[in-house]
């Protein structure tokens, strides 16, 4: 999904003043990261470990899970296109979507025969291997811990893949790291870059059981993770950056029930992301023109499988900068619908 992935500012050399179109928190305090990151440039004349065993155990210990249920890989996506090539081969996979691509470009290079699906117990009926990502991206929607938890147990011969990293950016009940790394049938997937707003290091992680572990080791290419980001990611362990949640989720509602009153059809959303939908033209038209008349981005998410050319995603900023969006949207209703 690399042609369509949505973070696409370095196509807009300078024009854009505020980003709606990431859904990671844009204004972090970075700057002990920066200064540890300056004290380990030495880092890049040496080999990083062939496998990144020393950050594995920091975060098993932080997590409280066993060493042998946790691989780091280098971002969420290297563990997406992993388990494709590993656990899913020759089993049929069903995707809960619409969502994120990767999980269907993964089967595809894998060879492996997919679907879609509208809800995962539909899914998990009709496939071996369910892929779930929760929060969902792009519409936010969560599935509540204890009815995923109970589908899990209740379909034992089904492998779930579940992918976490936008969890620290809702206030819904999450799975039980330790709790799931002792069922043979799920993998849960974890994402550094959304929880440190770090997506240049390309750090993520995930649980499972040793066995399941241990099968996907088999598959890992080494050196995957560099010496940097390793070492950035140890890290961030101790000193993440604080992420103003609530604010974020405040002003996502607000968007969220501002643009629904100016006309255009809003997904309700658990997170600081949310779909909406053009009742006029098309979601290209409207961001090309929110860039060149305001310098807004926002994210075309009519490349997401399911969805129209209306549909278009928007991550909550500050409020002076989402207020700058909602007067722009409104300019937009009123000249061309």
Known sequence: MTEGHGDD????????????????????????????????????????EPEPYSLEHRLADDIGIEYGQIMVTAGVTDAIYTIARNIAAGRRSGIVGPTFAEYADACSAAGVVYDYFGDAEEAAVKSDVVWI?????????????????????????????????????????????STMAGHDNVILLHSLTKQCCVPGLRVGYLTASAENIRSLRRH???????????????????????????????????????????????????????????????????????????????????????LSAGHFRIAAQRGDENDLLLDALKEWIGKYC
């Not at 440039?41 to 080999?47: E, G, I, N, Q």
């Not at 969902?136 to 379909?155: E, F, K, M, Q, W």
């Not at 009153?261 to 098309?282: E, I, K, R, W």
């Open 9 to 48: 500012i370095y196509r807009y050399s300078g024009l854009v003043k505020v980003n709606f179109s990431t859904n990671i928190w844009q204004y972090p305090d970075l700057s002990a990261l920066k200064r540890f990151m300056a004290s380990k440039l030495d880092f890049v004349a040496s080999y990083p």
């Open 133 to 177: 990502c929760n929060p969902n991206n792009p519409d936010g929607r969560v599935i509540d811990a204890g009815g995923l938890a109970a589908l899990i147990a209740s379909r034992l011969s089904v492998m779930f893949v579940i992918d976490t990293a936008y969890s620290d950016y809702c206030r819904a009940e999450k799975l039980d790291v």
């Open 220 to 306: 890992r290419m080494p050196w995957a993770v560099n010496a940097l980001a390793s070492s950035c990611a140890e890290f961030l362990i101790d000193n993440p950056p604080v992420i103003p949640v609530d604010m974020l989720l405040a002003e996502s509602k607000r968007m969220q029930c501002a643009m629904a009153a100016m006309g255009y059809d809003v997904t309700p959303s658990a997170t600081n992301f949310f779909l909406g939908a053009v009742p006029c033209g098309s979601a290209a038209a409207l961001k090309e023109w929110l860039v060149s008349r305001h310098g807004l981005l926002i994210r075309d998410a009519s490349n997401f499988a399911g």
